[in-house]
């Protein structure tokens, strides 16, 4: 089983559209979660962290279940500039400077 | 302006060649990271450093060497050891919190 995995969809959404991706992940001594955001040949660049309570950011809802072991995000209103790839992104223990591990990603095509 | 910076853009190597990447950063982050992503696939570690003359092995270490004499520099060497070297390689550092940024990236690719 891999450590974090990710639906590697493609989603093919239409602009406005509401679209949630979920993440799983294996290790349940695991303290910090991110969602990243990739474009086609670009390096990932940080989108959320995910707290416990869940957190919102404008039109995007990031949601944690501990006892499940998984990661949602939730986007709202669709734009063409959201298509891009979704990494989620899980930390091991607290105190590790390299314990983060990357989930494939989840590819998201928002259409006019 | 703060960030990371990786170069080249591109590089081309030729089988059996060495080849250093550069990442340099200005965000004052102690901890700096090289990763290499191949197509459809996450983001695998190679090295990683936490302090200034201290690194340690990632996930795929093998073929690669890496240097950390200054804070603001992570150099990854790629040698010839490395029997499947093309591949987009990132450089990262972490703040105290841990969260990563990332540099644009190199994209090494083997003649």
């Known amino acids: 089983r891999k450590e974090v995995e990710q639906d590697p969809g493609p989603f093919n959404v239409p602009e406005g559209a509401t679209v949630a991706f979920n993440c799983t992940y294996s290790n349940s001594a695991s303290q910090s979660f991110f969602w990243y955001r990739q474009d086609c040949r670009k390096e990932p660049k940080l989108l959320m962290s995910v707290y416990s309570s869940g957190n919102e950011d404008g039109r995007f809802t990031a949601q944690l279940n501990r006892a499940s072991q998984y990661i949602s995000l939730l986007i709202r209103d669709s734009k063409l500039s959201d298509s891009a790839t979704y990494l989620c992104v899980v930390q091991g223990d607290t105190g590790s400077a390299r314990q983060l591990t990357f989930g494939s990603g989840t590819q998201l095509t928002v259409l006019p | ?111």
Request: charged content about 20%; proline content about 5%; glycine content about 10%.
């Open chain 2, 1 to 111: 302006d703060g960030g990371i910076t990786q170069s080249p853009k591109y590089l081309f190597r030729k089988e059996g060649q060495n080849v250093t990447l550069s990442c340099e950063q200005n965000l004052n982050h102690d901890a700096m990271y090289w990763y290499r992503q191949d197509p459809g696939q996450g983001l695998r570690l190679i090295y990683y450093s936490q302090i200034v003359n201290d690194f340690q092995k990632g996930d795929i270490a093998e073929g690669y060497s890496v240097s950390r004499e200054k804070k603001e520099s992570f150099p990854l060497t790629v040698t010839s050891a490395q029997k499947n070297p093309t591949a987009f390689y990132l450089c990262a550092s972490g703040d105290r919190l841990y969260t990563q940024y990332f540099g644009p990236g190199t994209r090494l690719t083997v003649l």
